[in-house]
């Protein structure tokens, strides 16, 4: 009976060895990858698919035919256990030659995919913004700009005389987004947030100046361009207003040249003849949409134009203005 009990303690202390053996290879050895790494887990992917993943990340065919791909089981079972299956974020994840699984878990866990920075200045147009997004790899952007179905589910009106877009819809700001993220994803992202950083009073001026939310965004965009220092741009918005009040043009040198020419070019003389739907020295009144993304503080101008009877601005050499 001694003897029975001391081989039934050394199989299990052998089988203990063996399981613990087994689980810190599994859990604890180095995926040894050649490098940086990134592999993908598609959108609607289970947890059972994302473990197959990285078996096959962690053998790829390049170091076939020496290396066989682990299994990963002890690491699906503590990931179950975890709930990592029913928060699994979807994206791309980078992993280094020196992470363990475990790591890899805790990555799935926290949802730390790569992430691609996006600075949007203030005043820059489509025209500018669409390269900036096409280098972050944000794909179909420009076309997603003036989708129809798109403008429609963010309740974004143009008159019938424009292609409608998300032309001056865009907050100016620094955006830090999943790699990968869609086009419709990022701006659908970029208004809403345009819309929660509105002033408070925003609905509420706009009906006092009869105004609505894209002839306010429209007006914000051209004192935007116009404006080098935030002290002036009440000021501009009242020349603007004041303009309108009086059935004045508002004659704007950076709406003669918009989506026709890159804004670094200047404006020239020539420019301010041309037939255009957006040149304000051609029409009266308001262009028919935004030029630019304005940022708060011209949104905030546009909205409270300073009470003064300036109808006239030139500029001058230290970026302030003569009214």
């Known amino acids: 009976m001694k003897l029975f009990l001391k081989r039934v303690v050394l199989f299990l202390a052998v089988a203990l060895s063996v399981l613990i053996t087994y689980m810190s290879v599994e859990l604890f050895m180095p995926l040894r990858f050649k490098g940086a790494t990134e592999i993908h887990l598609p959108r609607g992917a289970t947890f059972k698919q994302a473990i197959a993943i990285l078996s096959q ?17 002890i690491l699906y079972a503590i990931g179950r256990f975890k709930g990592v299956d029913k ?10 030659d020196t992470i363990t699984p475990l790591e890899v878990l805790q990555k799935f866990m926290d949802g730390d995919t790569i992430k691609t920075r996006i600075t949007i200045i203030p005043g820059y147009s489509l025209r500018e913004i669409t390269p900036v997004m096409a280098e972050a790899g944000i794909i179909g952007f ?12 963010l309740q974004i009106d143009a008159p019938p005389s424009v292609a409608i877009s998300v ?17 419709k994803e990022t701006i659908t992202t970029m208004v809403r947030l345009l819309r ?32 080098q220092r ?3 741009r009440p000021i501009i918005s ?33 420019d301010l003849r041309i037939d255009s739907p957006y040149n304000t020295y051609k029409i009266v009144g308001l262009p028919p949409g935004p030029i630019a993304s304005p940022s708060l503080p011209s949104i905030r101008a546009a909205l409270n134009p300073s009470n003064l ?3 006239y601005f030139v500029a001058k050499k230290d970026g302030t203005h003569h009214f």
């Open 57 to 73: 990340a962690s053998c790829p065919l390049r170091q076939a035919p020496s290396c066989h791909m682990r299994d990963f089981t």
């Open 87 to 96: 928060r699994l974020k979807p994206g791309y994840y980078m992993l280094y």
């Open 142 to 153: 420009e076309a997603m700009c003036s989708d129809r179905a798109l403008m429609a589910e």
């Open 167 to 183: 032309e001056g819809y865009l907050l100016p700001e620094t955006y830090i987004l999943d790699k990968g993220t869609t086009a």
């Open 196 to 227: 929660r950083r509105y002033p408070k009073d925003f609905a509420t001026r706009a009906q006092e100046l009869g105004m609505s939310e894209h002839q306010v965004l429209t007006l914000a965009s051209i004192i935007e361009k116009e404006a």
């Open 230 to 232: 935030d002290h002036e």
């Open 238 to 270: 009242a020349v603007y207003h004041n303009r309108l009040r009086r059935g004045m043009p508002l004659q704007a040198d950076p709406t003669a040249i918009y989506g026709l020419k890159d804004p670094k070019e200047g404006v020239s003389a020539p």
């Open 309 to 311: 009877p300036y109808i």
